[in-house]
């Protein structure tokens, strides 16, 4: 059946797998016909998501990627790549006047030094063959809008999205395409920590105009766009992906 | 850790209410300035100055200062 959106016969890293757009993206890959490589740092979270793939030969590859040793592992173990999906990511609440070096630094060397370094090591090693299709997670937190409280969150995924355009022209030639989805408020655990409260998301999802946040597959189907031959000549650019969220 | 010291510094996260509206008793719910941001600010000041994680579930559970006093000594 022609089908430019199809995965079939590519191999894809999908760091982040343990759970939310990480998991939902490498499962849906799978029924689009990937081989998938499933990285996280819980390896019993990771088998959770492979029990629900489709196919076979896919990957788990257990590695912290905020130390240098684990990214070296992950670029060691993981086979020769036709996607990346650089997912892995956290937010952590805290206002602008209790910012300390120690939460910046975390914050900024998991959602943007890890994934920038992983996709430089992986692209000097060779694993990334030519036609690669590189997506990043951002935000539409920092580009296009603001969250009381996210300021580390913005800062950190402001950056991705500069370096998504930046490298998109540098590798271009060597025909890598880079891209980024940005969602709005998607239902994943990644605001666990307690520090806001259900109450305040019940009322931040009625700030949407479709009065709902979004799931998580929704995004893996824009990344599976954009790993897909569907999207060869988009180079460089963010998805958003708000349900109307922005336009207000 | 002393209550009146945790007092003075929740008080110390407002703006534009006077120190002497906040005691023991105060619900501090009720105040004109409580919002999600002097939650969060809570929350910050409670981090920074007692080295504790205090949750916004644990601030819905509190009425009075002295109740949100008794969950962070617990923490």
Redesign the interface.
Known sequence: MYNPFSLEGKTILVTGASSGIGRATAIECSKMGAIVIISGRNEGRLQETLSQMDGNGHQIIVADLSTDAGVQLLVETCPKLDGLVNNAGYTHTMLTNFINREALSQQLEVNTVAPILLFQRLLKTKKLQKGTSVVFTASISGLCCAVLGNVLYSTSKSAINGFVKNAALDLAGKNIRINAVAPGMVDTHILDAGTISEEQLNAERQRYPMKRFGKPEEVAWSIIYLLSDASNFTTGSTIIMDGGFTLQ | MELQEFISKFAGVFEDTDASEITKETRFKELEEWS??TG??V???V??DYGK?L???D??KCVTIEELFNVVNAL
């Open positions: 999600s941001l969060l600010m929350i910050g000041m981090l920074d994680n949750k916004a579930d601030i819905r």
